[in-house]
């Protein structure tokens, strides 16, 4: 809906243009007009330019982070399973726990809508008796404490990272530059409408553009957002990081 938003804004701002070129008397056209408008403009493109160039940024970095994120917690899960099975029969359950776990996990990833607070609760409370049950096996020798101390600093790990994936569902691109963004391009377009010449070729090519640019506004909304909509982070090293620890 935003990028329809922004392509009707954008567009609608060239065919304010052209309207207005088509009212507006000879003197208000002339090659001197357009010399002023064209600078005025290239002003404002240029501010337009150096914001989406923010946005694309802040987008790229954002996607990076969680992408990275989804790594890292799927190595700790198999790491954490191979050191569980190293520690005995004893920490059958706390692998069952673990498998559960990375399960809904990924399932949660995979959803179209942002967790809800109820089952945030619950994948808290799930970690929480996770950890508990690291903590309540009695290790018997030197081996097995090393590994309990380990499943413990992974399983704390796997808890950061599960937090800041929960932290970072919301948009990072503050609302205000998107409207900002918008605004200038209708003005840049405007002033492209105003002095194009009147066939449907230019009108094609004003059309065609609007829909570029508003294709780049989706996209950076897109990267802002990689577990909901178009593009996604990939899922598949959870995903077999799940099949792993199910072997």
């Not at 567009?11 to 243009?17: D, E, P, R, Y």
């Not at 007009?33 to 064209?38: G, I, K, L, Q």
């Not at 508990?132 to 097995?144: E, S, V």
């Not at 570029?212 to 909901?228: K, Y």
Request: with cysteine.
């Amino acid at each position: 809906m935003i990028a329809i938003s922004s392509f009707a804004a954008i567009f609608g701002g060239a065919v304010i243009g052209i309207v207005a070129g088509l009212l507006l008397p000879d003197q208000h056209l002339t090659s001197e007009t357009r010399t002023a408008v064209s600078v005025s403009m290239a002003v404002v493109g240029t501010m337009s330019a150096l914001v989406l160039g923010l946005l694309i940024s802040n987008a790229s970095a954002s996607f990076t982070l969680k992408s990275q994120e989804v790594r890292q917690i799927s190595a700790d899960v198999v790491q954490l399973d191979r050191l569980l099975r190293r520690y005995g029969e004893a920490a059958d359950t706390t692998r069952k726990m673990l498998t559960t776990f990375a399960a809904v996990k990924q399932k949660q990833l995979a959803a179209d809508t942002p967790m809800t607070a109820e089952t945030r609760n619950v994948m808290i409370g799930q970690m929480e008796k996770f950890q508990d049950r690291i903590i309540a096996l009695t290790p018997f020798d030197d081996r097995q404490r090393w590994v309990k101390a380990e499943a413990l600093r992974l399983a704390e790990s796997i808890a950061g990272v599960r937090w800041l994936l929960s932290q970072q569902e919301g948009r990072t691109i503050p609302a205000p530059f998107l409207v900002l963004v918008v605004c200038w391009l209708s003005i840049v377009f405007c002033s492209f409408g105003m002095f194009a010449p009147r066939n449907m070729t230019a009108v094609a090519a004003l059309l065609l553009c609007s829909v570029a640019v508003s294709s780049g506004l989706l996209l950076i909304l897109e990267m802002d957002m990689p577990f909901t909509g178009v593009v996604h982070i990939s899922l598949r090293p959870l995903i077999d990081a799940l099949q792993e620890i199910q072997a």
